[in-house]
Structures are given as C-alpha cells and as structure tokens.
C-alpha cells in the first residue's frame, strides 16, 4: 500500500494530511495542499528551487524564477492553484496550476503561451509514491474542473501522474520541438551535406572576420542586457512578423525579473555579441541539467547587410557552451521553420494532457473536441497559406508568422 493521502472534505482548507498507521509501523504519509496566496507561493523559492534540481526531467520553464515572475506579470488575482505534495514536510512533488473559465473551470499550467514545456514536479528518489499521490491531489484540487495541460514534453514527470489518473482523460498532439545533439560544431557540420557543411563553414569564416567578439553577462548586468535584447529584437523585427507579446511592458518585466534569478540559479545566460565594442546581437538561452535552448534573441539589422548569418553564429555559440556544460541535448524549442531542418534535427512533438473526475466528463470531451478542431484548421490553413500568398502576395507581407520564427530565425 503506497503512502498517500490527499486532504479530505470538511477539513480546514490548505491544511496538509495527517500521519498513517499500518500495521505496526507508523509512518509520515504524503500530505497535499493548494497553495491559492501569491506571496505564499513567491516564498517557496528554495525549497521549490531544491525540488526543481531533484525532479530530473524538468525543463527551466519549471524553475521557481520563471513560473512566479510569470504569475506576477500575468496572473490573475483569486486564480492561483498550486498544489504541493510534502513528506515528512519536505517538498517532493508541486504542479503549478491557475483556474480559468472556458466557459466552464479549467485548469491551466502556470507559464501561459510564452513558455515552451509545462511539467509537473516530482522528486525522483520517491517518484513511485509521489506520482499517485499527486494524481490524487490533483483530483481534489480539480472538482469539477478538467486539467489541461499544454505543451508537456516527452518524457514529462506529469506522464506518471497522468498514467495512474482515476478517471477520464485524453491525449493530443501539440506543437513540434527539434532538437539536436549537445555536440561541437564540428560534429554538427558532420550531420550535413558536404555541400551545406562548406556553405556553413564559410559563413563561419565570415563571421570571425568581421571581427565579432562574444561575452557573458554578469548578474548584475542582467537588467540592463534584458533591455538592450528587447531593444535589439525590436529592431531585427520592424516591419516583419512578430510575436507582439515580445514587445509588450510586462513581457519586459517578466524576462527582466526571471532571468535574473535564472542566471544566478544557473538556469539561464545572456550572451552578447559585440563588434567595436557595442552590442550588435544577445541571445538569452534557458537551461535545465539535460537540456539548453535559445528562447529569444535580438540583433542589430546591420548584420544582414554586412552578410553575417546570425542564426550560424548564435548556433555556434550555443553548440560550444552546451557541449562543455556536459547536457545531452541542444533544443530548438517550439516551431518548426524550414531554416531549422537545414541540421537534419529529431522532430520531438510536444503533448497536451487533459484529465477529469467523471463528473467532469462532458467537459473534458469538449475540450478534447474544440482541440481537434483548431488542429484540423490550422493543418488546413497550412496546406492552402502557401497558394493564398502566391495570389494575395502584398497582403501578407509582414504579417506575423506561426511558431517561433521572430525567437530563432535568421
């Protein structure tokens, strides 16, 4: 009999399970709790934090910095949802939920749209208890509710939770990742045609003759490099598609606040590229033990005119720095633009996990129904966007692309 427990009806809201007896051993159960106050949340920096670094699957849109910066900024007062799973009083399982309305309850993961892989968080020394555990807690916080759960990358901890789930649930595809190996760039050259490999070493060549020198940004200066980026993905944007997200007040906030314990954690870095000593290009790449990828990045329009392919120079840099910090994998994050496929990277699609208690049932079928329709338009609109553009030509010039072309295209 695993060691669960999950708050019971009628006792005081928050208030954590108590100790189990079996047999004749006694011994601490699981105890859950939701967390609804931010500042409750916001204090449970180091012990998530601890939890993080314990949970081996977990992405940096995880990390403490980035999902209580992004409530801050994005949250909604009296929506928090935070349920934590603690043995012994130590934290060993959190899933980081707000409640919204679609028209009926639905509960999202913290992180929203701007965040690329969503998880729950479970300590691998007692996964096996925790994750039916926090199934059951998760059950409780949802009441009528149904769970919905974007962008949940393979190999998620919240796939144990979803396996033992007592009740209906779903599975549907979500956006495409690729991702390529955390190798020099010596050996990612190798993975390509020996007609694109001169094409890109050349480029390289260019490159280090224009004389561009790289550094990394000290913590200190992370406010300042978080606003000279954001000027300078302005800049490489105008008059071209952008996520207008990118360029709104509390976006800046945000990446602003997060990034900063990020870097100080170790969970991110800003890079800057600099030719005469100014700031021509900076790359913010977001990072968990397993995993590095470039999020957003910024670079002064005048690079293109000098003929130097940013994309190859911010991929250098990231295939050095990722190799040498001993992670498995270098990810392109979501999108799945044509320059990308010039690597010959896996295709890794995300998953949208949805779960209910039965009563919830309806619910969750119309979830599952709505999400099959808009992937049916959007493949649609995919097949005939190309032949609309070749005849509409002018209307569409400028108009914002899909997935993430404005972060990590050239």
């Not at 094409?199 to 200190?220: L, M, N, Q, T």
């Not at 990020?262 to 021509?280: K, P, Y």
């Not at 496929?341 to 079928?365: F, K």
Request: glycine share 8%.
């Amino acid at each position: 009999m695993a060691p669960e427990s999950t708050t019971k009806r009628g006792r005081r809201a928050g208030a954590a399970a108590p100790a189990r007896t079996v047999g004749r051993g006694t011994f601490t159960a699981l105890t859950s709790e939701i967390c609804r106050d931010p500042d409750r949340f916001g204090a449970l920096a180091a012990e998530w934090t601890a939890l993080h670094r314990r949970s081996g699957a977990a992405t940096p849109f995880q990390s403490h910095a980035w999902l209580h910066s992004w409530w801050l900024s994005y949250g909604t007062r009296g929506r928090l949802r935070v349920v934590l799973l603690r043995r012994d009083g130590a934290l060993v399982g959190a899933a980081p939920l707000m409640l919204v309305h679609r028209p009926f309850p639905v509960l999202v993961q913290l992180g929203g749209s701007i965040s690329d892989f969503s998880d729950v968080l479970l300590d691998d020394d007692c996964a096996d208890s925790a994750a039916p555990a926090l199934a059951k807690a998760l059950a409780n916080a949802a009441r009528t509710a149904v769970i919905d759960l974007r962008e949940v990358r393979p190999g998620a901890a919240v796939e144990r939770v979803y396996e033992c789930w007592d009740g209906p649930r779903d599975t549907l595809p979500d956006s495409p990742c690729l991702e390529l190996p955390a190798v020099p760039m010596d050996e990612l050259l190798g993975r390509l045609q020996s007609s694109r490999a001169q094409r890109v070493r050349a480029k390289i060549r260019k490159i280090d003759s224009a004389g561009i020198e790289e550094r990394e940004v000290p913590g200190d200066e992370i406010p300042t490099a978080v606003e000279r980026l954001l000027h300078l993905h302005r800049l490489q944007w105008e008059g071209r598609g952008v996520t207008q997200e990118h360029l709104s007040a509390r976006f800046a906030q945000h990446l602003t606040r997060s990034v900063r314990a990020m870097v100080e954690c170790g969970d991110a870095r800003i890079t800057e590229f600099l030719l005469g000593g100014e700031v021509v290009a900076a790359d913010l790449t977001l990072m968990s033990p397993r995993l590095a990828g470039g999020y957003l990045y910024g670079a002064d329009p005048m690079l293109r005119e000098r003929k130097v392919d940013v994309a190859t120079m911010l991929l250098r840099d990231s295939a050095r720095r990722i190799s040498a910090d001993g992670r498995s994998t270098l990810s392109m994050l979501r999108g799945n633009e044509p320059y990308k496929h010039h690597w010959r990277p896996e295709t890794v699609c995300n998953q949208r996990l949805l779960m209910a208690r039965r009563l919830a049932a309806p619910s969750l079928r119309m979830v599952a129904a709505h999400a099959a329709a808009r992937g049916r338009a959007a493949v649609l609109v995919n097949e005939r966007l190309p032949v609309m553009k070749a005849r509409l030509g002018p209307v569409f010039k400028g108009a914002s692309s899909a997935g993430r072309a404005d972060r990590t295209g050239s």
